[in-house]
C-alpha cells in the first residue's frame, strides 16, 4: 500500500505542475474556441487516471517521479521535483526532520510514510461508504415517484429537478413547478442527457475529489467563510474560503456570496454599494479581496452573506442553507468578523 500511496503523490504532483500550465495557457488563449478549455482540462484528467506517464523532450513536467520510492531508506531523504528552486527549499527541510539516526533500527520515513498510507485508505474508505449509503437512499427516496411520461417522474420528496442514472437516467422533478416552467426545465434536462453529462459529471467527481454539498459541509463552508471576512480602514476587505467549493450532485445548486455596505451621505440620504460573487468569481481562489467606494460617504454598516441557492428554472432560486453577520460602527478594522451560530430568529 504504501508503494501505491507514493505513486499517487507523484502523480498528483505532475498534475499540479499540468494544472499551472493550463492555467497560463488559458490566458494567452482567452480568445480561442471554448473546446479547447475543455481539452486542456482533459490533459489534466489522463494525467490523474492513468497508470503511466508519457515520456517525452517537449513534456511540461519537470519530473515524473518527485518521490522516490526507496526514499524510505534513504540516509538523506530528498525530493526530485525537476526545479531547483524547489529542491533547495524542501530537501534541507526535509533532511532536518527525517535523516535517520545511524543508532537506530528504522528510519523515521520508513514510520510516517505507512501511517499516511493508512489514513489515506481510510479516508478511502469512509468517503466511498458514504458515497454508497447516499446513493441507496436517494434511490430509496425516488421509489414513489409517479411516472409522467416517458423517461420524466415527479416527487414530493424531489426539491430540485435533476437527471438520476447512468445507462438509463430519469429526469426527477418536484411536483411544485407549474407546466410553463416544467417545459423549459424538460427540455433543461433533456439537454443534460443528450450531452452525456450524467456520465461526465460523476468522472469528474471521482477525479477531482470535489467535496459533496451537504446541509454539514454548507454550514461548515459558509460558517468559517463569514468567520475570515476582514474590514480595513482604507475600506479594502478580504474574506478567505475554507477550501475547495461544496458542489451538489444535480449542478443547480450553487454558491453565493454578497456584500451590501450603507453609507450616510448628509441630509438624511444614503447610499448602498452592492457586490456578489457567484462560482465564476470564486473558481480557483482562496482569499478574495474587494473595496468599498468610501468616497460615497460616511461607512454606516455592512452586512456579509453566504449562502448556496437552487436553481428552480429562469429566474427562479431557493435557498439550500444561508447565513450572513452585520458590521456596525465601531468597526474593527483589520481583524476577523468572527462568526458564531445564531440563535432562533438570528440571520
Known amino acids: 500500500m504504501t508503494e501505491l500511496f507514493l505513486e499517487l503523490v507523484n502523480r498528483s504532483v505532475e498534475a499540479s505542475w499540468l494544472v499551472l500550465a493550463v492555467l497560463v495557457l488559458r490566458l494567452v488563449l482567452r480568445r480561442a474556441p471554448k473546446w479547447t478549455a475543455v481539452l486542456l482540462w482533459a490533459l489534466v484528467g489522463l494525467r490523474l487516471t492513468l497508470p503511466f506517464t508519457v515520456e517525452s523532450a517537449l513534456s511540461l513536467l ?4 518527485t518521490v522516490q520510492q526507496d526514499i524510505l531508506f534513504s540516509s538523506q531523504p530528498a525530493v526530485y521535483s525537476g526545479v531547483g528552486l524547489v529542491d533547495r527549499a524542501v530537501n534541507p527541510v526535509l533532511q532536518s526532520a527525517f535523516t535517520p539516526d545511524p543508532a537506530a533500527s528504522a528510519n523515521p520515513l520508513q514510520l510516517v510514510v505507512p501511517v499516511l498510507a493508512l489514513v489515506w485508505a481510510v479516508g478511502v474508505a ?7 449509503f447516499s446513493w441507496l437512499g436517494l434511490r430509496r427516496r425516488l421509489a414513489q415517484a409517479v411516472l409522467l411520461r416517458d423517461n420524466i417522474y415527479q416527487s414530493e420528496r424531489v426539491v430540485s429537478p435533476f437527471v438520476f442514472g447512468l445507462a438509463r437516467p430519469g429526469i426527477y422533478l418536484p411536483f411544485s413547478l407549474d407546466s410553463g416552467t416544467m417545459e423549459h426545465v424538460i427540455a433543461h434536462e433533456q439537454a443534460h442527457i443528450a450531452r452525456r453529462d450524467h456520465w461526465w459529471k460523476p468522472l469528474g467527481f471521482a477525479i477531482t475529489a470535489v467535496p459533496a454539498l451537504t446541509n454539514e459541509s454548507a454550514d461548515a463552508f459558509i460558517a468559517d467563510t463569514l468567520a475570515s471576512f476582514t474590514l480595513n480602514r482604507d475600506g479594502s476587505f478580504s474574506y478567505t ?7 451538489a450532485e ?3 445548486t450553487r454558491i453565493a456570496v454578497r456584500l451590501n455596505a450603507s453609507f450616510s451621505t448628509g441630509a438624511g440620504s444614503d447610499s448602498v454599494q452592492s457586490l456578489e460573487y457567484g462560482p465564476q468569481e470564486l473558481a480557483g481562489k482562496e482569499t478574495v479581496t474587494g473595496r ?3 468616497e460615497r460617504g460616511e461607512l454606516a454598516g455592512v452586512a456579509f452573506t453566504v449562502s448556496f441557492e437552487t436553481e428552480l428554472g429562469p429566474d427562479a432560486r431557493r435557498q439550500y442553507a444561508g447565513r450572513g453577520i452585520e458590521l456596525v460602527p465601531p468597526f474593527r478594522y483589520g481583524q476577523p468578523a468572527g462568526y458564531a451560530e445564531p440563535t432562533v430568529g438570528g440571520i
Open 62 to 65: 519537470p519530473s515524473s517521479h
Open 126 to 132: 469512509v468517503l466511498a461508504a458514504y458515497t454508497a
Open 241 to 247: 474560503l475554507p477550501g475547495p467549493i461544496p458542489e
Open 250 to 252: 444535480d449542478g443547480k
Open 292 to 294: 468599498l467606494e468610501l
